[in-house]
Each structure stands twice: as structure tokens, then as C-alpha cells.
């Protein structure tokens, strides 16, 4: 499975942003797909995950109102809808496949694929 994440960019801060991930080689409804991100000089962060059986979703607290993750299993891709976004949120942002299909993990270290990752830049 390789996975293609897309459309990151520059946006103002308020804006809003909508990730893809596109996933070649396997179907995705038996994984758990993550989003990550990274800002220069820091961890990689969790961002939301969404489990493959029922699209049931997870974000980390600081995304919650604002970033809505989601799935179409039949495109085999998982979006990332980013509202509201600030500076903060500048980073590189990575999908992710875990091989799993109910535990919504929030380490990057349970997931076993990633993307290449997208930029997103929020400018103030």
C-alpha cells in the first residue's frame, strides 16, 4: 500500500484547508487512518483517526470543533477538512495506515504506513 497525501498550501489564518490521502495497492476499509502533523523542531503530533469498519472518528482535543476527518472507502482516500486554521497549525501533515481495524491509536508509532506528507502553512 502506498499512500499520496495532497492539498496543503499557504492560507490565511480563519481559513480553511482540505487534506487528501489516496491510497494505491490495498483497499482501506480494513485500516485505521491517522492524520499526523509536524512542525519544524517538534514531535510529530496526532491529529484525528478514523476507524475503516463504521467511520467512526478521533481527533486530538486541540482539533476538536475545528478539523473533521473522514473516508471513502469506494476512493480508497481519507480527507482532513481544516477550518478555522491558525498559525499554530503550520506544519507538515502526514496520513497514515494502521493495521487495525477498531483501536483508534494516537502514537505514531502504532501505525505502520505513511505518506510523503503535505505542507500547510497559516499565515497570520
Known amino acids: 500500500v502506498q499512500l499520496q497525501a495532497s492539498g496543503g498550501g499557504l492560507v490565511q489564518a480563519g481559513g480553511s484547508l482540505r487534506l487528501s490521502c489516496v491510497a494505491s495497492?490495498?483497499?482501506?476499509?480494513?485500516?485505521?487512518m491517522g492524520w499526523f502533523r509536524q512542525a519544524p523542531g517538534k514531535e510529530r503530533e496526532f491529529v484525528a483517526a478514523?476507524?475503516?469498519?463504521?467511520?467512526?472518528?478521533r481527533y486530538a482535543d486541540r482539533m476538536k470543533g475545528r478539523f473533521t476527518i473522514s473516508r471513502d472507502n469506494a476512493k480508497n482516500t481519507v480527507y482532513l477538512q481544516m477550518n478555522s486554521l491558525k498559525p499554530e497549525d503550520t506544519a507538515v501533515y502526514y496520513c497514515?495506515?494502521?493495521?487495525?481495524?477498531?483501536?483508534?491509536?494516537?502514537?505514531?508509532?502504532?501505525?505502520?504506513?505513511w505518506g510523503q506528507g503535505t505542507q500547510v502553512t497559516v499565515s497570520s
Open positions: 495497492g490495498r483497499t482501506l476499509s480494513s485500516y485505521v
Open positions: 478514523i476507524r475503516g469498519s463504521d467511520g467512526s472518528p
Open positions: 497514515a495506515a494502521r493495521s487495525e481495524k477498531f483501536i483508534l491509536a494516537t502514537s505514531a508509532g502504532n501505525y505502520d504506513l
